[in-house]
């Protein structure tokens, strides 16, 4: 007996020694991301009153699924613009401004561990944003949101979340085209940073003091493209993946467009790049693995997935808890303002004169007394249907907060905001069985393009001038201005007072700068009138004003030559609209 436990006892400390070195623990980690929800917090569209795919709603569901599985190794991100969209941003942001803004109460219900905050959040100014970065429980995120006067992050950069022995940093960037679109009142006393100047800062703090086994950037960013100025470039989620290392995953947003990638950085490493598009239809999911020897990271593998919650069911409970709120934006939503007599839509807008950009404009010049206005569809495909018309149908009228300005420009600089307008909007025909419109079947997928090259909120049209688009003519040659369209000749020397709002004052689409040639630093001086709400609020007053309205086409500007548009734009939009 004696020998057979000291041979026992030898074979196990034999064994025991290599079994301590071996074993090591393992943690798995899931981050789901959402992003650019834009109100989508229930699954109901308030705006056309009807069921809503996607939405929190479902999203809830499959997060309590995931926490009922893997407990808080579940860690919920959410990307920015989520202030923005459904009538019952709106209704929180500016009618009801007593109560905790909605979008902080499902942010905090639904326990989301960081979020950040993206450029249409930042579009209500600082009066609805900041009061709303005080209502959400999580860390609000943005290293490159600088307050201006002390040089000091306006939001927190990043945040560190400790999981089972894991610390994971949560690093926050906000894409610094801000000053192209919105007023300086919106964001004043703030800058905003090159995104991977700041990035590669922070790292390099990160890497330092905090020692994370695990980075995530949470970039309210496009993959790459859109505004790039000798100062910062609009999209940059790719470049930061590329160019600066440390990170492990990228979750980014901003540009609509569903994608899923793993990018080498110049260290060789991997960097899984991921983003769910918009409206909460679809959430970005990783899956981190980790090996941990007494308290450090020895191995690790991350996976991910576009994962669509379309079908996921809605979560009862949740929307329980919000059926008081659902309730009062109902109330706000369903108010009739006055009767329309003809249905209006926007694909009209596409092919010439429609009475849907036609009847903005022409509230545009009569709320200020302009010359000559512009305006873009800024949906791809809404309507008004003829018949009663509803709070909530402004919502599909005028999609975004912009507010009414009225500049001065010359003639020149009017034709020349045209020209560029229409090189975006039309092909240069060579036959007549050339495409009239734009197109690219590479931008289907983007919520932002859907089938056009470039994107249709920036295709204006004017009222106030007659002219003619030739689509045979090469790229900045194509419009010729007749008339004004009270009969008065149309001078390019002569200055006339435009209304256009405050985005393309502001050089949204870059139609005043690139295309007129107008300085950016010289537009702020070349407006004379601010309205103090937003645009959609006047022209529901003036809906109300009038009551029963029929809409109808200027007919003051066509496409030529009419025996190749006519055709053309019957091929187009059956190819965009279908039947």
């Not at 074993?23 to 009807?50: C, E, M, W």
């Not at 479902?58 to 009538?87: A, C, K, M, T, W």
């Not at 601010?530 to 609020?537: G, P």
Request: proline share 4%; net charge negative; aromatic share 10%.
């Amino acid at each position: 007996m004696k020998k057979i436990f000291i041979a026992c006892s030898m074979a196990l400390f034999g064994i025991l020694p290599l079994t301590a070195k071996q074993k090591a623990k393992t943690v798995t980690l899931r981050i789901v991301q959402t992003t650019d929800v834009h109100g989508s917090f229930f699954p109901y569209d308030f705006i056309n009153r009807k069921p809503k795919r996607g939405s929190l709603a479902r999203v809830s569901s499959y997060v309590n699924r995931l926490r009922s599985e893997h407990g808080d190794r579940v860690i919920l991100l959410d990307n920015g613009d989520i202030l923005q969209g459904q009538p019952t941003c709106y209704y929180y942001n500016f009618v009801n401004t007593e109560a905790t803004n909605i979008a902080a109460d499902v942010i905090n219900y639904l326990k989301y561990d960081a979020q950040t905050i993206g450029n249409h959040d930042v579009e209500p100014g600082h009066a609805v944003y900041d009061k709303w970065i005080r209502e959400v429980n999580c860390p609000m995120l943005g290293a490159n949101v600088v307050d201006a006067q002390t040089g000091k992050p306006y939001l927190k950069p990043y945040t560190i979340l400790n999981r089972d022995g894991v610390r994971i940093a949560i690093f926050g960037l906000l894409t610094p085209a801000i000053p192209n679109w919105l007023t300086e009142d919106t964001w004043s006393g703030l800058r905003f940073d090159d995104m991977t100047a700041t990035a590669h800062r922070w790292m390099k703090h990160l890497k330092e003091n905090e020692k994370p086994d695990v980075v995530i950037g949470l970039f309210h960013s496009g993959k790459d493209g859109g505004i790039v100025t000798d100062k910062y470039e609009e999209d940059a989620a790719l470049r930061i993946a590329r160019e600066v290392p440390g990170f492990d995953i990228i979750f980014f947003g901003h540009d609509h467009t569903r994608f899923q990638e793993t990018i080498t950085n110049v260290e060789g490493k991997p960097v899984l790049c991921l983003n769910p598009a918009n409206n909460a239809t679809a959430v970005a999911d990783a899956q981190i693995n980790l090996s941990l020897r007494k308290g450090k990271v020895v191995g690790k593998t991350i996976s991910g997935k576009l994962v669509d919650i379309v079908d996921e069911p809605i979560d009862e409970t949740y929307m329980a808890h919000f059926q008081p709120q659902i309730e009062q934006v109902n109330g706000f939503v369903n108010r009739k303002i006055g009767e329309f007599k003809s249905t209006i839509n926007t694909p009209d807008s596409y092919f010439g004169n429609s009475s849907f950009c036609d009847f903005i404009l022409n509230l545009q010049l009569q709320i200020t007394g302009a010359d000559i206005a512009f305006n873009a569809p800024l949906s791809f495909n809404a309507s008004i249907h003829a018949g009663d018309v509803f709070v909530g149908d402004m919502f599909n009228l005028y999609k975004f907060e912009n507010q009414l300005f009225v500049m001065r420009l010359t003639g020149e600089e009017i034709r020349r905001h045209l020209e560029m307008s229409y090189d975006q909007w039309v092909n240069t025909m060579q036959s007549p069985d050339d495409h009239l419109l734009l197109l690219s079947e590479r931008t289907i997928g983007d919520q932002q393009r859907l089938g056009f090259k470039n994107f249709y909120f920036n295709f204006d049209s004017a009222a106030g001038i007659d002219y003619e688009v030739d689509v045979t003519k090469p790229d900045g040659q194509k419009v010729s201005i007749l008339r004004m369209s009270n009969g008065e000749p149309f001078d390019e020397a002569k200055w006339y007072k435009v209304a256009v709002n405050s985005y393309r004052g502001n050089g949204g689409g870059e139609l005043l700068t690139r295309g007129a040639g107008i300085p950016r630093d010289s537009l702020d001086s070349r407006v004379i009138w601010r309205s103090e709400r937003d645009q959609r609020y006047y022209l529901m007053q003036e809906i109300e004003k009038l009551q029963v309205v029929d809409p109808q086409p200027n007919q003051n500007w066509r496409f030529v030559p009419e025996e190749w548009v006519k055709p053309a734009a019957e091929r187009d939009r059956k190819l965009l609209f279908g039947k």
